[in-house]
């Protein structure tokens, strides 16, 4: 029964923006997928990740020339990528890291 509930709450506690605050855009020229309303940027990617149910998670890969390791920011389902890009940018800058997000 706690499984249940746990998912129920999940539900009800995460209210992601529908539709989302973005537009994923390809460029004409390379294909690079970009999000519509922020200039591209050289050591960013924006890619469509599949899941097992068959839908498409959108994720963000900013590399930093200096970095040593590379963090995963899982960020849950009330926010997106739109909303997240300026935090991603900064910690990716000042922690000196890749960062997934």
Known sequence: MGGVTSSMASKLAFF???P???KLVADEMTSLLLLSSFP???N???L???TR???EVVAMYIRHPMATSTMLYSHGNAADLDQMYELFVELSIHLRVNLMG
């Open 16 to 18: 992601p923006p529908n």
């Open 20 to 22: 989302p605050s973005y």
């Open 40 to 42: 591209h940027r050289e």
């Open 44 to 46: 960013m990617e924006i």
């Open 48 to 50: 469509q990740l599949p």
């Open 53 to 55: 149910k068959g839908t």
